[in-house]
């Protein structure tokens, strides 16, 4: 089975500044997606980035952009000019590619991330 | 943009009462889930349905029961609640399965807030 782990429960981020969230994760299968999703306290959750692992290139939008490490089996958020918006809870997810999977998604316990202005 | 909303955004039952959750999405999507939500414990995957009438089970059906007998709608059923049922629930929607998923992504609902005294 595959998990997902999100070892700091918590960090904090100065408005303007870069941080990075980790996210680890284990699996045997060599293809497989990873999400990054944001719930801000309104508590609608909504998808910040996604990267296929087939594809050597990290993935980007905008100020959000991530650190995948195949092989380390890594998967971090670098959020760039940290914004007040940004403040809420963030969750890494993976889900098998493989033919015949489902669209199951295993969730890490999540980090909350506050902005201080 | 695609729209999945949860009947109520807050919730409070009486142990031993059945208890419904109606989730509805308006993008003709095949698959739909519910999670439930605990501090430290991040989302776990209830039950899942990949179309009418087709459900399977997630990681902690016991106790949960779900019904779809429309593709736009997929309920959350507590034959009897109790206490240790208190959580957040979500509700969430894809388009497709399979290796397509590099467009799979998950579409939360805002959630609902269940306390059962």
């Known amino acids: 089975a595959q998990t997902v782990t999100q070892s700091q429960p918590e960090m904090s981020v100065q408005e303007a500044e870069t941080v990075t969230l980790s996210c680890t994760y284990d699996?045997?299968?060599?293809?497989?997606?990873l999400f990054w999703y944001k719930q801000p306290p309104s508590r609608q959750m909504i998808l910040v980035i996604r990267q296929e692992a087939y594809k050597q290139q990290n993935a980007t939008e905008n100020r959000f952009s991530v650190n995948f490490q195949k092989a380390a089996k890594s998967f971090s958020l670098k959020i760039s000019d940290s914004q007040l918006g940004d403040a809420a809870m963030y969750f890494c997810a993976y889900r098998s590619a493989r033919a015949g999977a489902n669209s199951k998604l295993t969730f890490g316990k999540g980090i909350t991330l506050s902005v201080r202005p | 943009d695609v729209k999945v909303t949860q009947s109520s955004r807050y919730l409070v039952k009486r142990t031993g009462e059945k208890v419904f959750l109606e989730c509805v999405q308006d993008m003709d999507h095949e698959n739909m889930f519910w999670y439930r939500q605990d501090p430290g414990l991040g989302l776990r995957l209830i039950y899942f349905s990949y179309d009418v009438k087709m459900k399977e089970k997630g990681d902690i059906p016991e106790g949960y029961s779900v019904s779809r007998e429309k593709k736009e709608r997929f309920s959350l059923i507590l034959e009897s609640a109790s206490t240790n049922q208190t959580s957040m629930y979500l509700c969430?929607?894809?388009?497709?399965?399979?290796?397509?998923?590099?467009?799979?992504?998950?579409?939360f609902g805002p959630g609902t807030r269940l306390t059962v005294t």
């Open positions: 969430a929607s894809s388009l497709t399965s399979g290796r397509v998923g590099a467009l799979d992504e998950q579409y």
């Open positions: 699996t045997s299968e060599s293809d497989y997606y």
